[in-house]
């Protein structure tokens, strides 16, 4: 009898080691992903802070007003089609020219100089990163990312949302 359970032990022991040791890699690599996911969110959050900064010096220079399409940034030599990739787009090449037509960022357009600092200038939806996280930058610069659920409770009381483009009021830049 101790025979038996002593080669049960030898068995049962390891293979829960592995199990265990298994589970334990697993959670490593879904911590790696999301943390991953979590740097493109930050980094689409610089993105827009960088379109914005250039967006708004194009709207001191015309009379206040934010440009109505970002391919008219293409004449600033500061700004490259890099700025306007994600990771869902990252790898490919593209233009300036026609960037309304393949970044994956939305833009509300029509703001002003006078627009209030707080009203969403350009967002990246979680659906940029595997539906994990979304980012958002203001007029006036700031920014923030957002993990999914957060980003729902952002979407439903962000009043600044109504003139996002892809919302009931709103066109879409895509």
Request: charged share 20%; aromatic share 12%.
């Amino acid at each position: 009898m101790r025979s038996r359970s002593r080669k049960l032990c030898q068995m049962v022991v390891p293979a829960s080691l592995f199990a265990l040791v298994a589970l334990i890699g697993i959670r490593i690599g879904i911590n790696n992903a999301n943390s991953l996911l979590a740097g493109y969110a930050l980094m689409d959050v610089n993105n827009l802070r960088h379109i914005y900064l250039v967006s708004f010096d194009y709207a001191l220079q015309n009379g206040g007003r934010f440009p109505d399409d970002w391919s008219v940034l293409s004449s600033d030599s500061s700004i490259t089609p890099e700025v306007f990739r994600t990771y869902r787009n990252r790898g490919n090449t593209f233009s300036l020219t026609n960037v309304h037509s393949w970044t994956d960022y939305v833009y509300a357009r029509g703001l002003t100089t006078n627009s209030p600092d707080g009203t969403v200038f350009a967002y990246s939806p979680p659906s940029n990163q595997r539906g994990k996280y979304g980012a958002v930058v203001y007029v006036g610069g700031s920014g923030e990312t957002f993990r999914r659920d957060e980003w729902m409770k952002f979407e439903m009381h962000n009043k600044s949302l109504d003139r996002i483009p892809g919302t009931a009021s709103g066109t879409d830049q895509r």
